[in-house]
């Protein structure tokens, strides 16, 4: 079964916060641009697994499918992806204002908004580490090599050694 853009499409939205159904933040179209874009990061992450998108913008489908942890991957990559426009948009406007009801000050919300980027680089950061984790574990596992020694006649030292490789 093809994995489309538009499958990703809530959970990004989930993922954004953008979850109040009668004033959402974000359209459709903006995020599905998120989540191309997102997927071009995943591809500058993840360089041994890279996916294309085929198909009109609303109905592209990934090639090769990406399994549930790599299409976890790409709506992470699409949040940090929008959460960094907004570090843009919010930065254009920062701005304090004193009146005599009290004071209005936008000037941390690029600061907070940098936060969630963070927080979002850290999780992909680590699930791409469990995986290259895993990976070099299961090759480890496969290898097949043991170290043999042998005691010689040497009174320092630890002697001779014999790797002998088992398929």
Same mark, same amino acid.
Not at 44 to 54: E, H, K, R
Not at 64 to 83: K, M, N, Y
């Given at each position: 079964?093809?994995?489309?853009?538009?499958?990703?499409?809530?959970?990004?939205?989930?993922?954004?916060?953008?979850?109040?159904?009668?004033?959402?933040?974000?359209?459709?179209?903006?995020?599905?641009?998120?989540?191309?874009?997102?997927?071009?990061? %995943?591809?500058?992450?993840?360089?041994?697994?890279?996916?294309?998108?085929?198909?009109?913008?609303?109905?592209?489908?990934?090639?090769?499918?990406?399994?549930?942890?790599?299409?976890?991957?790409?709506?992470?990559?699409?949040?940090?992806?929008?959460?960094?426009?907004?570090?843009? !948009?919010?930065?254009?406007?920062? %701005?304090?204002?004193?009146?005599?009801?009290?004071?209005?000050?936008?000037?941390?919300?690029?600061?907070?908004?940098?936060?969630?980027? !963070?927080?979002?680089?850290?999780?992909?950061?680590?699930?791409?580490?469990?995986?290259?984790?895993?990976?070099?574990?299961?090759?480890?596992?496969?290898?097949?090599?043991?170290?043999?020694?042998?005691?010689?006649?040497?009174?320092?030292?630890?002697?001779?050694?014999?790797?002998?490789?088992?398929?």
């Amino acid at each position: 079964m093809a994995i489309l853009i538009s499958d990703l499409t809530s959970r990004l939205s989930r993922e954004v916060g953008d979850t109040d159904l009668s004033n959402l933040y974000y359209t459709n179209s903006q995020l599905i641009t998120g989540i191309i874009d997102g997927n071009n990061e %995943f591809n500058l992450q993840s360089p041994n697994q890279q996916y294309s998108l085929s198909g009109s913008v609303a109905s592209s489908s990934f090639s090769p499918d990406p399994g549930v942890e790599d299409q976890q991957l790409i709506v992470l990559c699409s949040a940090l992806v929008l959460t960094r426009g907004e570090i843009q !948009k919010s930065a254009r406007s920062a %701005f304090s204002h004193s009146n005599p009801a009290g004071s209005t000050n936008l000037q941390r919300i690029p600061e907070m908004l940098d936060m969630q980027a !963070k927080r979002l680089e850290n999780k992909i950061a680590d699930i791409l580490d469990k995986r290259s984790r895993y990976n070099v574990e299961s090759e480890l596992d496969s290898c097949g090599i043991e170290l043999r020694g042998s005691p010689t006649e040497l009174t320092e030292g630890l002697g001779e050694s014999t790797i002998i490789t088992t398929n």
